[in-house]
Nanobody
Framework: QVQLVESGGGLVQAGGSLRLSCAAS????????MGWFRQAPGKEREFVAA????????NYADSVKGRFTISRDNAKNTVYLQMNSLEPDDTAVYYC?????????????????WGQGTQVTVSS
């Protein structure tokens, strides 16, 4: 069983930055592919970014490419999402997820474990 705990959400003005963290339990964190997703009120959960187990490969949704950066520190069992140039449309609950095969995947159904989410609100 893997437990994921997100932190770092909050209220920020448009154009500002936030860094989300996701701390994972378990001894094999470096073998997991990790992803960030978000869900706005009344909308489906959507892919934001993903990173391979080694951190050597990443993938981003077009809507955040160039503004968000996913990274990981396997020594700390933590994955990060640096969010810059935030826009009101980025307002959502952000979730991290773990995929035990170490792949980069964009589909919610491929992930095995999910965190509880952290709220990000961007004011205009």
């Amino acid at each position: 069983q893997v437990q994921l705990v997100e932190s770092g959400g909050g209220l920020v003005q448009a154009g500002g930055s936030l860094r989300l963290s996701c701390a994972a339990s378990g001894r094999t964190f470096s073998s997991y592919g990790m992803g960030w997703f978000r869900q706005a009120p009344g909308k489906e959960r959507e892919f934001v970014a993903a990173i391979s187990g080694s951190g050597g490969r990443t993938n981003y949704a077009d809507s955040v490419k160039g503004r968000f950066t996913i990274s990981r520190d396997n020594a700390k069992n933590t994955v990060y999402l640096q969010m810059n140039s935030l826009e009101p449309d980025d307002t959502a609950v952000y979730y991290c997820a773990a995929e035990v095969r170490g792949w980069i995947v964009r589909s919610t159904t491929a992930y095995d474990y999910w965190g509880q989410g952290t709220q990000v609100t961007v004011s205009s």
